[in-house]
């Protein structure tokens, strides 16, 4: 080799593997080169995992953040402490163990700590001045089994997470080899506690349908999960009526929003009683505080009590004139099925009895007749 090609050659290279070459390394600068090297193998498998199998960067990122060795069917398998997207924020509760740079990567892909912070917000603003109130849980359930169809955070978040999983799944044959093992719960064990979305995904896949599996995406998802809320309180409390009905009956588009919220809350027993507050340790004692002969439940405080007596009258009569002389009871009308009831008929039924339920729940000591027949003619 001439001495101008090996100056050529050595200008590629830097000092300290040119002076490596020329037998001039110390062991000092031996140990530098062989940590830079390190560091560069590092930063070109960081950038392999950023690209699928097809050699285009793939849409949603695998953040490679740290590497861990777990024994999978006798041998080891590498898997990714990250998880894929970025559009989630994160605490920094959350994020494993490493370099600054490695942490604000994490911090970007994992599933919110706070969706129950978030919750909570959002319960706070829609029962705002009450005290008493539906489960938030409860208000995520489809409206024909008792619910709002109110999207949650926390079931928004872990679509969006298990889904941009289930890409990956599909393109990385050993994340696919290590989910299958895990499927089974006792080997969850296996899965560092410092990857809380490798596990809430590890966890949730062996609970998904198979053609949602096959077929994914954050939206389906998000409807699956509420799936696996326990029914309301009231509908295990008497599991023989008809909920769905009842649900169908007081969600009617021919109520008005502020009818149907008062029905809702009237069937999920949510309206304000001493018995309620008393239970709730808001009121010292759960006596009715205008008779103070027994304890006012909801039946007792708008037909029972001698303050609403006269009012109960009037509200029977006008019902006995829509439903054509058909007596409808109290339970009846707490849990409206109404069968064998034509529609117009039902609906006017089902207003005239929540807006005298609204009228009478007003805190007056005493109900003017003549002031409930007028807002019954006008409201109804």
């Not at 062991?27 to 590092?42: D, I, K």
């Not at 439903?323 to 707490?334: E, G, K, P, V, Y």
Request: hydrophobic fraction near 35%; aromatic fraction near 6%; glycine fraction near 4%.
């Amino acid at each position: 080799m001439s001495a101008s090609h090996s100056r050529t050659g050595m200008s590629n290279v830097g000092p300290a593997a040119a002076a490596a070459a020329a037998g001039k390394l110390s062991p000092e600068q031996q140990q530098q080169e062989s940590s830079a090297q390190s560091s560069s193998r590092r930063r070109e498998t960081r950038a392999a995992g950023e690209r699928d199998q097809n050699g285009n960067r793939s849409a949603h990122r695998l953040l490679v953040v740290t590497f861990s060795q777990l024994p999978l069917d006798g041998r080891t398998v590498w898997i990714f402490r990250g998880c894929c997207g970025s559009e989630v924020p994160q605490s920094p509760s959350l994020v494993p163990p490493g370099t600054r740079h490695q942490q604000d990567e994490a911090r970007a892909c994992c599933l919110p700590p706070k969706s129950l912070s978030l919750t909570r917000l959002m319960g706070s603003f829609l029962w705002a001045g009450q005290c008493i109130r539906v489960p938030m849980q409860q208000l995520a359930l489809p409206v024909e089994l008792g619910g709002l169809n109110l999207h949650l955070p926390a079931f928004k978040c872990q679509a969006l997470l298990v889904n941009k999983h289930l890409r990956e799944i599909e393109n990385l044959p050993f994340y696919n080899s290590f989910v299958n093992t895990t499927r089974n719960p006792p080997n969850l064990r296996i899965v560092p506690t410092n990857c809380p979305c490798l596990k809430t995904v590890c966890s949730e896949l062996p609970h998904l349908p198979s053609a949602l599996q096959a077929n994914h995406s954050a939206n389906l998802l998000q409807a699956h999960y509420p799936n696996k809320i326990d029914k309301p309180k009231v509908v295990l409390e008497n599991p023989t009526a008809n909920w769905n009905r009842i649900w169908r009956n007081i969600a009617a588009k021919h109520l008005t929003s502020f009818e149907r919220c008062h029905y809702y809350l009237l069937v999920n027993r949510k309206l304000s009683n001493q018995r309620l507050l008393h239970r709730m340790q808001r009121a010292d004692s759960d006596m009715c505080p205008n008779c103070n002969n027994e304890p006012e439940d909801i039946p007792h405080k708008i037909s029972t009590c001698p303050r609403v007596a006269a009012a109960w009258t009037v509200l029977q009569r006008r019902l006995r004139n829509i439903a054509q002389n058909r007596n409808i009871s109290l339970t009846h009308l707490l849990q409206p099925t109404l069968l064998a009831i034509r529609r117009s008929v039902k609906v006017k039924v089902l207003k005239t009895f929540i807006q005298f339920v609204i009228f009478v729940s007003k805190d007056k000591n005493v109900i003017d007749i003549n002031e409930l027949e007028f807002h019954l003619d006008t409201e109804v």
